[in-house]
C-alpha cells in the first residue's frame, strides 16, 4: 500500500497560469477530500468527493478553482489564472467510508512567482 | 457553523518534559474528535480518535481526553522524546459530515 499518491510534489507557476495537481487515492477508498495548508491559516478543507462524486465543495474559491474524480484512481485540482496567493501546500487524502481513518497525501507544494 | 480553536501555536520542552494542548469546539451535531501529527515532508497522520467523553484514548504514550460540558478536548504525553517534534493539529467531524475541520496546529519542538 504506497498510500495516497500526489504529484508533482512541488510545482512552480507564473502568475496567471494554470496549475493542475494529481492526486491518487488509496485502492478501494470511497471518499477523496482536498485541503490547502498554509502558515496562516493552517489546514483549509477545500472540496469532497464520495464515490467519485462531488459532495461537498464550500471551502473552494468560486472563481478559478475546481476538481474533478473522473474515475475512482485518481482526483484533479485545477487553479486557472493562478496568483501569489494560491501559493500553499495542497494535500489530497482519502478514506474507506464515512467515519473512517481519513489517510493523507505528502502534499503539492505550489508556488506562484 | 463548526468551528476547532487550537490554543498554543507553539510549544518547546526539553525531553521527558510534560506536553498538554489543549483545543475547544463548537458544533451542532455529535463530533467524533482526532488528533492529528504531521512531521516534517509528511501529511498529517492520524494519531488518536476520542469518541466517547470523559473517556480516553491512547497511542504512543500520547493520551486524548474529551470534556463534553466545557466542549474542549486534550493532548497530553508525560515524558516527551526529540522524535515527538511535530505539528499536532486536534480536528473534528461535526454537523457537516465526513470532513474534518482542523484547529490551526501547535508546533512542538523537543531539545534534547
Known amino acids: 500500500n504506497a498510500g495516497v499518491i500526489q504529484t508533482p510534489r512541488h510545482k512552480v507557476t507564473g502568475k496567471g497560469q494554470e496549475a493542475t495537481l494529481w492526486c491518487e487515492p488509496i485502492?478501494?477508498?470511497?471518499?477523496v477530500f482536498w485541503y490547502r495548508q498554509t502558515i496562516v491559516q493552517g489546514l483549509e478543507f477545500l472540496t469532497y468527493?464520495?464515490?467519485?462524486?462531488?459532495?461537498?465543495d464550500s471551502g473552494m474559491p468560486k472563481e478559478r478553482f475546481s476538481a474533478q474524480m473522473p474515475n475512482q484512481s485518481h482526483s484533479t485540482l485545477k487553479i486557472q489564472s493562478t496568483q501569489p496567493q494560491d501559493s500553499a501546500v495542497y494535500l489530497c487524502?482519502?478514506?474507506?467510508?464515512?467515519?473512517?481513518?481519513?489517510?493523507f497525501g505528502k502534499g503539492t507544494r505550489l508556488t506562484v512567482v | 457553523g463548526d468551528s476547532v480553536i487550537q490554543m498554543q501555536g507553539q510549544v518547546t520542552l526539553s525531553e521527558n518534559d510534560f506536553l498538554f494542548i489543549n483545543c475547544t469546539y463548537s458544533?451542532?451535531?455529535?463530533?467524533?474528535l482526532f488528533w492529528y501529527v504531521q512531521y516534517s515532508g509528511e501529511g498529517p497522520q492520524l494519531l488518536l480518535q476520542?469518541?466517547?467523553?470523559?473517556n480516553k484514548g491512547s497511542s504512543r504514550g500520547f493520551e486524548a481526553t474529551y470534556d463534553k460540558g466545557t466542549t474542549s478536548f486534550h493532548l497530553q504525553k508525560t515524558s516527551v522524546q526529540e522524535i515527538d517534534s511535530a505539528v499536532y493539529y486536534c480536528?473534528?467531524?461535526?454537523?457537516?459530515?465526513?470532513?474534518?475541520?482542523f484547529g490551526i496546529g501547535t508546533l512542538l519542538s523537543v531539545k534534547p
Open positions: 487524502a482519502s478514506s474507506f467510508g464515512q467515519n473512517t481513518e481519513v489517510f
Open positions: 485502492s478501494g477508498h470511497s471518499a
Open positions: 468527493f464520495r464515490n467519485q462524486a462531488p459532495i461537498d
Open positions: 458544533t451542532t451535531g455529535y463530533p467524533t
Open positions: 476520542v469518541t466517547t467523553a470523559n
Open positions: 480536528a473534528m467531524n461535526g454537523s457537516s459530515g465526513n470532513k474534518l475541520i
